[in-house]
């Protein structure tokens, strides 16, 4: 365990090296407020909560986690340092999940720094903060799926920009799996049981289901197993890596 | 005694043979030079005998341990400076050796003594809190060999360790390759031969994957060809670059 947090410890550094921490959580707290202002009407809607900040965070962390989670990998492996680090005598799961813990906690600062809606609507009503709770506690969550499936991507390339691009592109089945539209066209053809697994990976429909503040149970499984699951696949991923 | 050791390695990539049919053993007190042609396989076979790719088949062992069923007893024991001695551009110096240090165990007060002596042995002093990517060639050469002795292993797989440096570095990096020797079994691929001569006690020739000389500096020389001294050479070459391109020209041309 101590291997991993000097992995996690590292790695968090990292971020913080290079001006781009500042520039992510910059434009990560500019969308996220946008979207809740602009395009989520905040003020109009006349109720104090903040489900309009919630909703968007499917779509805002579809492009913003590969972001965090595409260098994982990929920039060890376009460097060379790679070799250094897995010819230390850890397992290759300490780092697997050292490194995404990383990216995980990395999430968790972004998320903290809104804060301030929080606070704001408190002072314009008496919203849910129960609700609210839960739902930053699902949201991070949501983040660490994504995360974890953008370090497995990253983990199969040296290249960063396919990195992201394989992560946004997975992620985006994970948020549509729930889409009538999706679910339609899927209908006609595959059996009931493939319709309602692809309906039952769905971020949006987990992540709704918390941030109403109803059946968080299923939803917490769900995403804390799928991040199990592609934090193991990433130790496959780096496992079989070795033998091509 | 034998602390390292490879039985028949051979590594393809895709349908390319990189590595065919690798064998070799190094004891205690033994330095190895490892020489070929670019893409001859020795950065592969290294890679093998650290643990950082799997053999298609065959198997390394260093010092008794299975590299690929024992991998992390094996790793333990090995000091490996990767081609090109990758670094972690945004950490310093110091932090670098720090991580490595206790990522490989020690403890806080064993990792400071231990880097203590690194610093003053490999000269690091003056870049001890410099960011790694603001570091000259020979610097972050040096860094990666601080790295693969941190933790005094018993066998030292270095890829390359003089490329780059110049012929002051040179020189003190085989002073230092020298004075470890006694203790440890070491495998240095090169492409000088000259250094060779200064402190290996043993060359292995590989040219496209295939092994073509095992045997002592003394010995390589006397397969040198000898000499038309009716041919004015246009370029000098020493005995045993004669020898060398002797030995790997004659595989390419058969
Ligand atoms: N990951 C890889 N995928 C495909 N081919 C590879 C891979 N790694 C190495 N090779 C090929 O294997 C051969 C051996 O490469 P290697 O790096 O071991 O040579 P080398 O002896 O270290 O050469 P150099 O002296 O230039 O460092 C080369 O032809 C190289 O192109
Ligand atoms: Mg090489």
Redesign the pocket.
Known sequence: MSTALLVFRREFAGYFATPLAAVFLAVFLAVAAGMTFFMANFFDRGQADLSAFFLWHPWLYLVLMPAIGMRLWAEERRSGTIELLMTLPVQPWQLVFGKWLAAWVFAGLALALTAPLWITVNVLGSPDNGVILASYLGSWLMAGAFLAISACVSALTKNQVLAFIGAVVIGFLFVMAGFDLVLAAVRPWAPDVVVQAIAAMSFIGHFQRITDGVLEAPAIIFFVSLIVFALWLNVQVLDARKA? | MVLVETRALV?K??A?T??DGISFSVDRGEVVG?L????????????IIAGF?EPTSGSAFIAGHDSRADSIAARRRLGYLP?GAPAYPDMTVASFLEFVAAMRGLSKPVARERLAELVERIDLAEVWNRRMDALSKGFKRRVGIAQALVHDPDVLIL??PTDGLDPNQKHEMRELIRTLAPNKAIVV?T?ILEEVEAICTRAII?AR?RMLADSTPAELLARAPARDPSQTQIVRTTPLEDAFRHITLEQAGS
Do not use: Q, R, Y
């Not at chain 2, 070929?36 to 890679?47: D, E, L």
């Open positions: 091509a | 590594k990539f895709g390319f990189a590595v490892f070929g042609p670019n893409g001859a396989g020795k950065s592969t076979t290294m890679k790719l081609e890829d390359e691929s492409h590989i994957g």
